[in-house]
């Protein structure tokens, strides 16, 4: 009892698959259906109704678990756990138990250290049993036989923000590959935490398992209160016993759901029903291939190939779409435009998909192609239009899908460097701001900003900044 208490976390996570229908039968597999309506003799547990596995559902699974550098095994088989509640009408769940389809991978976490995978099994998911009608219970079966993947740990994880950021790299891996949508708040993923503590020179703590956390935020909090439960306790001599504990977000505790002994036994046995699943090398090629460049390998290029920042890699790389739109672009850009084609696509662009005036709600239902975009910029860079009237002419792609050059063309928005123009708006600026006029002809240099602004605003963006200040350093100068 000399060493320090340590942390011990293995994480349980299950992601629902984006098939179109459930694992064993033709339902659909979709979320906000009205309660019950996508149901069938299968999915509701009928005598007599017999599972068919679902190919697509066989492939996502395959798919997520290459992702993941798991090895995928060439045969695997399904067995029956058994256990009797309202949300289970055939009394068991068809799950993989002996033998999972994979196993071994894992994910690479940015201080250097490795969370291994034991195993990812594919299972079908539970109905939903709802509480909250006083006495009564509903109980909606659409989710009854959706499929799912568990993906399990090894006790790799030390610390609450190792498992954040463990999940935080989990769900981008799938949802890059196509895998899930892993929306927690649709139930799309779902995770268990198992955590223990130990003194660093003895054996492994007594594991207590944490459900019902419905937000990466929440596991983090969960993890951290119960590590200070169980160190608490056993500073004063209590032992920790495995139970499974859920996690009260307004009391922001960890509570006893059930004590191990009152677990139940599965009484798991082979489904007979159901053939063994069979992965085959084309499959496997298929899937690998339908895997893209991965979050953090698209980092790492844009940091180390393309110079941009830390900040500006995390920003493009956090929905897939965005960086798909940034590489589509990249590729019909200058490679030395890459820093000005990463600023317009996380600040214009993101914006224009939340601004409900702007037609298309996701990047690539834009009127502003990745090719759109690397013209614009192009356009910017040989200093043909200045960055105010890029904005205009963005505007104006997004709202009718004009092409830039087009747009430039029809709104003489093309950077005017003509003294005699510059001139006249600077002169027509003069008139308007006497009291900035006074201050930079006193010396105040700061006061010709305001100066310049105007005549940009005049010009609509079209003058050349570095023109329209030299034009009135000069006319104030000859004035004064
Ligand atoms: P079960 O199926 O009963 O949940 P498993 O053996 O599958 O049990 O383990 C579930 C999870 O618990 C795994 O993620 C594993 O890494 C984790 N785990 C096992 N032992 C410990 C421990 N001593 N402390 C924390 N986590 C643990
Ligand atoms: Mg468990
Ligand atoms: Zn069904």
């Not at 309506?37 to 679902?54: K, M, V, Y």
């Not at 923000?161 to 890059?176: M, N, S």
């Not at 093309?414 to 701001?433: F, G, N, V």
């Amino acid at each position: 009892m000399t060493g320090a208490w340590r942390t011990v976390i293995g994480l349980e996570t299950h992601v629902q698959l984006g098939t179109h229908t459930k694992l064993f039968c033709g339902c659909a597999n979709e979320f906000g259906a009205p309660p019950n309506a996508n149901t069938c003799e299968l999915c509701t547990g009928q005598p007599g109704s017999l599972p068919l596995l679902n190919e697509r559902a066989l492939r996502l699974a395959v798919r997520a678990a290459l992702a993941l550098d798991a090895d995928v095994a060439a045969r695997s088989t399904f067995d029956r756990k058994n256990y009797f509640y309202c949300d289970l009408p055939k009394g068991f769940q068809t799950t993989q138990y002996v033998a999972p389809y994979a196993s071994g991978g894992g994910v690479a976490l940015d201080d250097g250290s490795f969370v291994r995978l034991t195993r990812i099994h594919m299972e079908e998911d539970a109905g939903k049993a709802i509480h909250d009608r006083g006495d009564t219970t509903l109980v909606d079966l659409n989710r009854a036989g959706v499929p799912l993947i568990e993906i399990v740990t090894e006790p790799d994880l030390s610390n609450a923000e190792q498992a954040f950021e463990y999940l935080t790299k989990l769900k981008e891996v799938l949802v890059y590959a196509g895998v899930s949508d892993c929306d927690m708040e649709k139930g799309s993923l779902r995770c268990d935490v198992n955590v223990s503590v130990h003194r660093e020179d003895e054996p492994l703590g007594t594991r207590v398992e944490i459900k019902n956390l419905n937000s990466f935020r929440n596991v983090r909090a969960a993890i951290e209160h119960e590590v200070e439960r169980q160190t608490r306790a056993l500073d004063d001599g209590t032992a920790i016993v495995q139970e499974t504990r859920l996690f009260d977000v307004d009391a922001n505790a960890t509570r006893t759901m059930r004590v191990k002994e009152d677990e139940d036994d599965y009484r798991y046995f082979p489904e007979p029903d159901l053939p063994p699943a069979l992965v085959t090398d084309e499959v496997l090629r298929v899937e690998r291939a339908a895997i893209p460049e991965l979050p953090t390998a698209r980092r790492a290029r844009y940091a180390n190939e393309l110079g941009l920042s830390e900040y500006d890699a995390g920003v493009l790389t956090a929905e897939r779409a965005t960086s798909d739109f940034f590489d589509a672009a990249l590729r019909a850009a200058d490679p030395g435009a890459a820093k000005l084609l990463a600023n317009w696509t996380t600040n214009e662009l993101l914006a224009a998909t939340a601004d409900p005036d702007v037609p298309g709600a996701a990047l690539d239902e834009l009127r502003v192609s990745p090719a759109d975009l690397a013209a614009l910029v192009a356009l910017v860079e040989r200093g043909e239009i200045h960055s105010a009237a890029a904005r205009t002419v963005l505007r104006e792609t997004l709202r009718s899908g004009r092409a830039p050059d087009d747009v430039v063309r029809e709104l003489g928005l093309a950077q005017a460097s003509d003294p005699a123009e510059i001139e006249a708006w600077c002169t027509a600026a003069i008139d308007a701001d006497p009291r900035a006029t006074e201050q930079v002809r006193a010396g105040n240099g700061k006061a010709i900003g305001a100066l310049i602004g105007a005549v940009m605003k005049r010009s609509q963006g079209r003058a050349n900044p570095e023109v329209v200040r030299s034009v009135l350093t000069r006319m104030l100068e000859v004035d004064a």
